[in-house]
């Protein structure tokens, strides 16, 4: 059910960012509070019975979804961001992206070593941006308990990179 409402919400712009990609745009699931309710309830049973101690979100679109399932589980909410937008002291993971290389930053004192982190992002593509958190998370001496995404290009195999960090992965539309 709700992968079917998901999909439905979705929209494919073609040759964005760059010609040849079909970017999947979640931003019409935004006009939709009762669709963006189902969502996190949807996270939140997927995820009954897990031990999770903070949910972790990467920078931006994964913390429209992330701050409102810490919110439903009340744990608390880390943001893993872009470089140079953090204001404390940060620890930094520098990672390869198809065009390049890309930053990111979490607070030193986001979490306690030994809290059992969940990883939250929009979309799951080749995996890059959340193994990257993953190992910052580690770094800390967090422990990645599960990854959730609304969207995922299963195509792209960013699954399979990240069931070495954890199996739990909640994909709620699979394309």
Not at 12 to 29: A, L, R
Not at 98 to 106: M, P, V
Request: hydrophobic share 45%; with cysteine; aromatic share 8%.
């Amino acid at each position: 059910m709700i992968t079917q409402q998901i999909k439905a919400a979705v929209r494919d712009i073609p040759d964005f960012p760059k010609p040849g990609i079909i970017f999947k745009d979640i931003t019409p699931i935004l006009k939709n509070p009762a669709l963006c309710q189902n969502i996190v309830d949807a996270f939140a049973e997927q995820l009954a019975g897990a031990k999770i101690d903070v949910i972790a979100s990467v920078e931006s679109r994964g913390f429209l979804f992330g701050l409102m399932l810490a919110v439903k589980l009340g744990v608390p909410f880390v943001p893993i961001r872009k470089a140079g937008k953090l204001p404390h002291t940060v620890k930094q993971k520098v990672y390869k992206l198809e065009y390049g290389t890309a930053t990111i930053e979490l607070h030193v004192d986001a979490f306690k070593p030994g809290q059992r982190i969940l990883i939250h992002d929009d979309l799951l593509a080749t995996g890059g941006t959340v193994t990257a958190a993953a190992e910052l998370i580690q770094e800390l001496g967090g422990i990645v308990c599960g990854f959730t995404f609304v969207v995922g290009l299963g195509f792209l195999g960013g699954k399979e990179r990240i069931t070495g960090v954890s199996d739990n992965i909640v994909v709620l539309a699979e394309y």
